[in-house]
């Protein structure tokens, strides 16, 4: 059974930090894509981040610069680190993991963790 735990969502200010993190089981994390997505209300989910297996990762434009997205294979994680944060990063926050199986790249999601931006 996959699962994928996400932690570390909260309150802060603006100007703040925060770490998300991500534990997956039932998959195996060092051949799967991970990424973090964000849906704030009346949006559309969008991408924040992703990192590829090899470790090459890809930002939003919106958050470029501010953010980073790490993983540590030993762990079966992978982080998000939120630098420098505004109201408009207020969202609840999914991790995404691209699985290869015999169908093609399967993905799974988490249930979210809200983070809240204040001004």
């Known amino acids: 059974q996959v699962q994928l735990v996400e932690s570390g969502g909260g309150l802060v200010q603006a100007g703040g930090s925060l770490k998300l993190s991500c534990a997956a089981s039932?998959?195996?994390?060092?051949?799967?894509?991970m990424g973090w997505h964000r849906q704030a209300p009346g949006k559309q989910r969008e991408l924040v981040a992703n990192?590829?297996?090899?470790?090459?990762?890809n930002y939003s434009g919106s958050v470029k610069g501010r953010f980073t997205i790490s993983r540590d294979n030993a762990k079966n994680t992978v982080y998000l680190q939120m630098n420098s944060l505004k109201p408009e990063d207020t969202a609840v926050y999914y991790c995404?993991?691209?699985?290869?199986?015999?169908?093609?790249?399967?993905?799974?999601w988490g249930q979210g963790t809200q983070v809240t931006v204040s001004s």
């Open positions: 995404n993991a691209g699985v290869p199986s015999g169908r093609g790249v399967v993905d799974y």
């Open positions: 039932g998959i195996i994390f060092r051949f799967s894509a």
């Open positions: 990192i590829t297996i090899g470790g090459n990762d």
